[in-house]
């Protein structure tokens, strides 16, 4: 199985437990990644909320995979967060699917609703040793760092059992 679903099964299904009506914000949605997350989320009824870095990107999206447009953000810079705050009503999403590291890691942070998870798999800010605000954990966030490298070396049965995991369709309904 590609990486980037090995990565996106046990990030989303493993570590987020995604289910049908979650929402689920995907980082550079047009990456490999992030398209494969966008099948998983059409797969399990999850609602996908994007961030893509340029406009021919959020035509992409819309057009071609029918992602609403009121539903695409900009990554570029910290100005995804009121426009994710306003679309889901002040509440956050319930996974965050995080491969962009640096300063807007606290903005990525702060869009995870109570009783929600973010789960990067962007190796710089671990090894940066980057620093997160302890506070948002009071509302029963969670915060998991994935590395598919070492789980490959250190956890081969996971790998195995997720090349048995169903294949998923990402093309408009």
């Not at 992030?34 to 797969?43: K, S, V």
């Not at 992602?67 to 999403?93: E, H, Q, Y």
Request: hydrophobic share 45%; proline share 4%; aromatic share 8%.
């Amino acid at each position: 199985m590609p990486g980037v679903y090995s990565t996106v099964i046990h990030a989303l299904v493993d570590i987020a437990r995604v289910r049908h009506g979650n929402t689920v914000l995907v980082h550079s949605a047009c990456g490999g990644v992030g398209l494969a997350a966008l099948q998983l989320c059409r797969a399990t009824g999850a609602q996908a909320f994007c961030t893509v870095g340029n406009p021919d990107k959020v035509r992409y999206l819309a057009g071609n995979l029918c992602i609403p447009r009121n539903r695409i953000f900009n990554s570029r810079n910290d100005t995804f967060l009121p426009d994710i705050m306003d679309a889901t009503g002040g509440k956050g999403v319930d996974i965050v699917l995080n491969s962009l590291p640096g300063e807007l890691l606290h903005a990525w942070w702060k869009c995870v609703a109570e009783f929600g998870v973010m789960v990067d798999i962007g190796k710089r800010d671990f090894q940066g040793k980057a620093v997160l605000a302890m506070d948002l954990f009071e509302a029963n966030r969670s915060y998991a760092g994935i590395d598919l490298s070492q789980i490959g070396l250190d956890r081969p049965l996971l790998m195995q059992r997720q090349a048995s995991y169903p294949r998923f369709d990402v093309r408009a309904d």
